[in-house]
């Protein structure tokens, strides 16, 4: 059995969205109407452009979003916030500059659909460079592998969340109480370590990722949605109340965490992945660039809003998550409970992508009859190494950062103002656009080295676990 057997099949390859579950490649070809439409595949499954603008902002917010007030900790106070928006203004043009090229070669190339490898595959063959043109099919490959170490790096950043949350919650169940403005500092009991807690969810997020369809996983989407909301606008709620003075703040934190900064902030602005799979479900694509937009204004306020917050709430004891620094009563440890349940759910969407491009390549070699066994083992030893990776880096707010910095930052930052520069020059292109392609492409490059450099020193660095915890505040 081929792989693109497998594909067409049994996948469908969900992660690009080239086909939807109803259609074959055939059919969704012949809806398209003219070379240079923005016309797409599954019209009759079309999303509105408020599905679209709903799954834009689920596909942005997660456990990024609360460890932002670490990562403005680690910029200071005004250099952080100014720094998100710089951050969120550049991975928003990018994110334009992937949806424009992959236009351009769907005119080109009269197809209805390409997604962000075939996009970069094109863009090396268009290059006027001969070496590249002859070896473009790396392109692909090299997405691919970034897409898969980004996604994988978010299920690791789950499974030391949910231990994380998990462990407190349970170290603190003996002194939790139903008063959340009382200033008491309570004794944690000593469980297991949180590594254990991890090795306990393992057996759970197996059984997880062996649903194979993506409409059972919807269910589990929608649960996650609607407990992450609840838990955002509990946090919300908490942090904006009694904020202590910030004069002792710093405006700029040293320039030895900026790195951190960096790591955290693009991970949690990595949503390049689902952009064009999103644009190519919108019943009327014309209006995704005005959809990405106005999404990812909200997702920048937002990153920004908490990530301030929380660092004027919490101040130097903020931890890499804002869920770890809640107060000791039940109102608030459900928040911690309910956020992780979202968590818990979402990591087989998040698992969904790197399962869709590794799995047929080992299914396609194996005897049709042990098919469902080899992509069940798979799916089991992907799920172990991330658990495995996950124990190996248990500090949450150092695995955010060394993904962000590792992968996100090459999808996000490096990668697409390179496709704009290969995909345009040959047709002519100003000396400013190639300048502001090459500083974004070199400071993502530098975020790169120095943000995976900083997070691996740190991780080599002994660290001190928690004792106290406070029912207004978390402290170290």
Known sequence: MSTQRLRNEDYHDYSSTDVSPEESPSEGLNNLSSPGSYQRFGQSNSTTWFQTLIHLLKGNIGTGLLGLPLAVK???IVMGPISLLVIGIVAVHCMGILVKCAHHFCRRLNKSFVDYGDT??????SSPCSWLRNHAHWGRHVVDFFLIVTQLGFCCVYFVFLADNFKQVIEAANGTTNNCHNNETVILTPTMDSRLYMLSFLPFLVLLVFIRNLRALSVFSLLANITMLVSLI??????????????HLPLVAPWKTYPLFFGTAIFAFEGIGMVLPLENKMKDPRKFPLILYLGMVIVTI???????????QFGANIQGSITLNLPNCWLYQSVKLLYSIGIFFTYALQFYVPAEIIIPFFVSRAPEHCELVVDLFVRTVLVCLTCILAILIPRLDLVISLVGSVSSSALALIIPPLLEVTTFYSEGMSPLTIFKDALISVLGFVGFVVGTYEALYELIQPSNAPIFINSTRAFI
């Open 74 to 76: 680690n910029a200071g």
């Open 234 to 247: 509990m946090i919300y709620q908490f942090i904006v109340q009694r904020i202590p003075d910030p004069s």
């Open 302 to 312: 937002l990153y920004i809003s908490l990530g301030c917050l929380g660092y004027l």
């Open 120 to 125: 970069v595959m094109y863009g090396l063959e």
